[in-house]
């Protein structure tokens, strides 16, 4: 598993808003850090006009030595997205995102949503994008029992380290359905509470096994903590990010969604419907 | 020993207790059973039938402790309206129909057992039920009332026969006969013994229950114009009908009518009101269990169904859990179900022996102790309680009563629960709030790593909606450990949820434990009942803070009373003080509130809001935090945890500072200053040794004062004190190192 810079190629679709601005001068740090080719995307047609005004943003940008290539293509948004992050090679597809849906919005939250679904590589997903550096202090990442898991924890180091981040918080989200005692009386409580830690103690044990294989320079300067929390699998992890007040949620990416799925929100809709953090959905690109 | 045989004996060493309360309670049954029973406008001996199939059955396979079970006065509204409709004139056909009904309806709850809906009445609002229990008791009222007078053949709705109250008083003084008279006199005495028993302190005639008096004084006064050879004044009519063998002259239930629609929605209210019914009575029990065990609701649930489908096969009406029997019988010193099972027992012993006696019995004596119940379920003081909470419970309290009144009760409930919805959604101004939310998971539970203690965080709106995740949540937590709710991020608490959780807040400090609710001092509240609903303020800045009181803010208080130290809940701008410690570098100040002030020692506690970052990364945190003023001058430094907080204070040009011999203490503290051997001087032993057996706290020095921090969240008060003794502790500590 090769750690060095899994994020290659950067891409941002951008469209002429009053946030255009803000959200350039952010992908492009990340852009930076992630030590990426930026590309710029924008699906629409071309105007001299549109040209100038990209250009004025871009001579602010931060990082010179920053390589960026502007493209410009028509149709629909999430196709042409979509279809460029096969044919360019694409690692990172960065979208920005609103905190919380509501229904004027949900038209806007639903190509976010299809593209994290459908999409090959992964996505980071921008809540709050600024002018200036925040930096991004705390990182947390799910600790799933899933094959992508380890995937996702490394990335997780990787961008920590990129971004210098303080704290990672390694969240085992300990399902209802594995404690199959229902608590009805004092007994069956007292047998649930042997259960949690024991299942607490089988996933602390699952974690360090990933941990040893992060390589050793990601974990210098960094706090690592792991949390158990009891609740909705794929939901809770947004809520214990928001509380935490995390800057950055790292999540495996979903499994193929069939059509029950999207009619009973789960897992990762939940989050992408209210959206505590900058999200990065990890997704090995084949 | 091993635990079985041990739990083996405690049962036959408590016999004797359950023995005796299941007699008392007995005394109790026998009238109820009976008067509920006529209530009902069925036979009386099927409300007797209830009692003891429910008594054995629920003790035999039930999953409480000290419930008992039987005919419930909830039930009585019901079963009245579906005797009357399947019957369609005829009473005792309508019963048999009925008993059918009843059949069924056992089955459906014994379904729900099974399916663990045990956590169906969390889904009612509490002012909703509230009005159903003021109606179901005005129904009892309206028609017992009547019969009490004498008034044998009053019919019509509750509304109807509340309205014809006065008239019957008139007619009977003006034109009654010496029967109805002696009816009235029989029934008015009965209902003043119900009334004055509990103000007789007399300890031989507390002996015996107020009911029980009532039916032995009515039966001797009956059996006394027998000895005087006098004609009884009363006809059969006035008297309750008990057949001549009650096991050959069982009752059983008629079939035929299974699939008309007014028989459907029949066993459809008798479910929901039984199971509302007995969940709510197994769950006030709980509470009053000396040993305060947890009841197995579902396992209830199931026996309860069983039970009435088995009662209504042999003609009794339905079983539920009775929280004014189970009240008797735990204040007499029940400790486990066998009190339910001699309770069942003494009435089959009354029923063999007492036959006689019984027929004696007169209506008017039953009906007074029914009167008595009604009124008690809707009191004037129930009134004033839901409108102390707010005047939003006492709409919704009132819609659900008036629309029971006039409709019944399933109309009435599911108006109740409509309006508080749309109720909740005025106050809020929002209904997106609700029905985008309604159905996400808005619980979040975990451990914090040092103290264990868990720590709840409920997000969007929490309400009778949604009451039940958390409480799912809570049930997980033994009730031994600390708990802290965060309605930070919660913008609407609703009153069943403050009353739901004060429930849980009682269960866990009696086996030892808390819950200890924070993050509602930014939510306005129409009263100051701790029960109120409270919202977030979208202009709370404006108004003062100490208008809504919260539950923390009231045991502040105490704990200041406690410590002798004051109190100031108002919020307070001058927050320069602490701006020149490193921690607020970076982070503005808004305001602090909540202010526990021991002026001797110069220390203070409070709640302090401030904000990180600027614009759109702006983030708004409340923490608790301790400022110690010092007399005397300290160099600046900070001990923090592992460097968490390194950067900043790198940037104040603070270096890393090791203490010689205590690599340990190295290891785990991050301390940081200017002047590197003052602040090793001043990290005596002693001091390290404290900071090492303590928990942790992020402690600055500014020079002349302290600043001391444990989370970035509002502490509890369980943890404020711990808080005040760490500070004086580390106070008393650090005067002690600089005399050397």
Redesign the interface.
């Known amino acids: 598993m090769s750690l060095n810079n899994p994020f290659k190629t950067v891409l941002f679709g951008f469209a002429f808003s009053p946030t255009l601005k803000?959200n350039i001068m952010e992908t492009s740090r990340i852009a930076h850090f992630f030590g990426a080719k930026l590309i710029l995307l924008h699906v629409g047609s071309k105007s001299d006009q549109k040209e100038r005004q990209i250009h004025e943003i871009l001579s602010h940008v931060e990082h010179k030595n920053l390589e960026i290539s502007i493209e410009w293509k028509t149709g629909k948004p999430d196709e042409v997205l979509l279809e460029t992050c096969q044919s360019s090679g694409i690692d990172l597809l960065i979208l920005g995102a609103l905190q919380h849906e509501?229904?004027y919005q949900f038209y806007v939250g639903s190509i976010a949503r299809k593209l994290t679904r459908k999409v090959c590589c992964s996505v980071l997903l921008l809540i709050?994008?600024?002018k200036?550096r925040?930096p991004c202090k705390h990182v947390v990442v799910n600790g799933l029992e899933d094959q992508e898991t380890p995937f996702a924890i490394s990335n997780a180091f990787y961008v920590s380290h990129a971004l210098g981040a303080?704290?990672l918080t390694i969240v085992e989200e300990i399902r209802q359905k594995e404690i199959a005692v229902?608590?009805?009386?004092?007994k069956?409580?007292?047998r649930?509470?042997i259960l949690?830690e024991k299942l607490k103690n089988r996933e602390d044990s699952r974690i360090r096994k990933i941990l040893k294989s992060i390589p050793k320079e990601y974990l210098k300067d960094l706090?690592i903590?792991t949390?158990?929390?009891?609740?909705?699998r794929g939901?809770?992890i947004g809520?214990?990010a928001?509380?935490v007040?995390a800057d950055l949620l790292v999540m495996n990416a979903p499994k193929k969604t069939g059509v029950l799925d999207r009619i009973f929100p789960h897992d990762i809709e939940?989050i992408l419907s209210?959206l505590p953090t900058d999200l990065l959905i990890v997704r090995k690109t084949n | 020993m091993t635990p079985k045989t041990n739990h083996n004996n405690t049962i036959i060493k408590e016999l004797p207790k359950n023995f005796f309360s299941g007699f008392v309670v007995s005394l109790i049954a026998l009238p109820l059973g009976l008067g509920l029973a006529i209530a009902s406008d069925a036979p009386p001996i099927s409300g007797i039938i209830a009692a003891i199939v429910g008594g054995v059955v629920v003790a035999i396979l039930g999953g409480s402790h000290v419930t008992i079970t039987g005919p419930g006065n909830g039930l009585v509204i019901v079963l009245l309206g579906a005797i009357t409709t399947l019957g369609a004139g005829d009473l005792y056909q309508g019963y048999l129909f009925t008993l059918a009904a009843i059949v069924i309806s056992g089955i459906l709850m014994l379904l729900l057992g099974f399916l663990k809906m045990g956590r169906l009445a969390d889904f009612f609002p509490a002012s909703a039920i509230e009005g159903m229990l003021a109606a179901i008791g005005w129904g009892i009222f309206a028609k017992q009332f009547h019969i009490m007078i004498g008034h044998n053949n009053e019919h019509g709705s509750i509304v109807k026969l509340l309205a014809q109250i006065p008239n019957g008083l008139v007619d009977l003084i003006q034109n009654g006969s010496i029967e109805e008279m002696v009816a009235a006199g029989i029934g008015i005495i009965s209902l003043l013994i119900m009334i004055f028993y509990s103000k007789l302190r007399n300890p031989y005639f507390q002996l015996i229950p107020a009911p029980m008096w009532i039916l032995i004084l009515s039966v001797g006064f009956s059996y006394s114009f027998g000895w005087l050879r006098l004609p009884f004044p009363m006809d059969s009519s006035y008297l309750i009908s008990i057949p001549e063998n009650v096991l050959s002259n069982l009752a059983f239930p008629d079939f035929s009518k299974i699939l008309q629609t007014d028989f459907i929605v029949s066993v459809f209210a008798i479910t929901l009101i039984a199971s509302i019914e007995s969940l709510l009575s197994i769950k006030a029990v709980d509470k009053l269990d000396s040993q305060s065990r947890r009841s197995n609701v579902n396992k209830d649930l199931k026996a309860l169904g069983l039970a009435t489908s088995l009662s209504g096969l042999v003609g009794g009406l339905n079983v539920v859990t009775v929280i004014a029997r189970s009240s008797v019988n735990v204040n007499n010193g029940a400790t486990n179900r066998s009190a339910n099972l001699f309770h069942a027992s003494f009435l089959v012993v009354f029923i063999l022996l007492f036959q006689e006696q019984l027929k004696k019995i007169p209506l008017a004596a039953l009906a007074a102790i029914l009167v008595y119940t009604g009124y008690k379920l809707a009191t004037p003081k129930t009134f004033r309680k839901v409108a102390k909470i707010g005047k939003e419970q006492i709409v919704i309290f009132l819609i659900t009563l008036l629309t029971t009144l006039f409709t019944n009760l399933i109309t009435g409930i599911s108006v109740g629960i409509l309006s508080t919805m749309v109720i909740h959604m005025i106050i809020n101004k929002s209904s997106l709030l609700f029905l985008a939310n309604v159905f996400k998971p808005n619980v979040l539970l975990f451990q914090e790593h040092e103290e264990k203690t868990y720590y709840i965080s409920v997000k969007y709106f929490c309400s009778f909606l949604n009451f039940y995740r958390l409480k799912n949540k809570l049930d997980a937590v033994p009730e031994d450990q600390n708990v802290i709710i965060d309605f930070s991020v919660c913008s609407f608490v609703d009153h069943t949820v403050m009353e739901g959780l004060e429930n849980y807040m009682d269960t866990f400090s009696k086996k030892g434990g808390s819950i200890e609710i924070v993050g509602l001092d930014k939510h306005g509240a129409d009263s100051k009942h701790p029960f109120a609903i409270r919202k977030i303020l979208p202009l709370e800045t404006l108004k003062p803070i100490e208008k809504y009181f919260t539950r923390r803010q009231a045991s502040l208080k105490a704990t200041a009373l406690e410590y002798d130290w004051s109190y100031e809940a108002k919020k307070s701008i001058k927050t320069k003080f602490l701006s020149n410690f490193i921690f607020f570098k970076t982070r503005e100040i808004s305001y602090f509130y909540n202010k526990l002030i021991d002026e001797k020692d110069n220390c203070s506690v409070f709640d302090v809001e401030f904000t990180e970052g600027a614009f759109v990364a702006k983030e708004v945190v409340k923490t608790t935090i301790m400022y110690v003023a010092l007399p005397h001058q300290l160099p600046i430094f900070s001990l923090d945890k592992e460097g968490l907080l390194e950067r900043i204070y790198k940037l104040a040009g603070f270096k890393d500072i090791s203490i010689k011999n205590h690599p340990d203490f190295n290891r785990r503290f991050f301390l940081s200053g200017e002047k590197k051997t003052e602040i090793q001087a001043l990290f005596h032993d002693d001091l390290i040794f404290f900071l090492e057996s303590n928990p942790y706290y992020h402690v600055e020095s500014n020079g002349n004062s302290l600043l001391i921090l444990k989370k970035e969240r509002l502490l509890s008060v369980q943890e404020i004190k711990a808080m005040i003794y760490f500070g004086q502790q580390l106070q008393k500590l650090l005067k002690h190192s600089l005399v050397v």
């Not at chain 1, 229902?182 to 004092?186: A, L, Q, S």
């Not at chain 1, 949390?227 to 909705?232: D, L, R, V």
């Open positions: 803000i509501n229904l709050k994008p600024s200036e925040v303080k704290q229902n608590i009805e009386d004092d069956s409580l007292k649930v509470t949690k706090k903590k949390q158990s929390i009891f609740g909705k939901y809770s809520h214990y928001e509380v007040r939940y209210d």
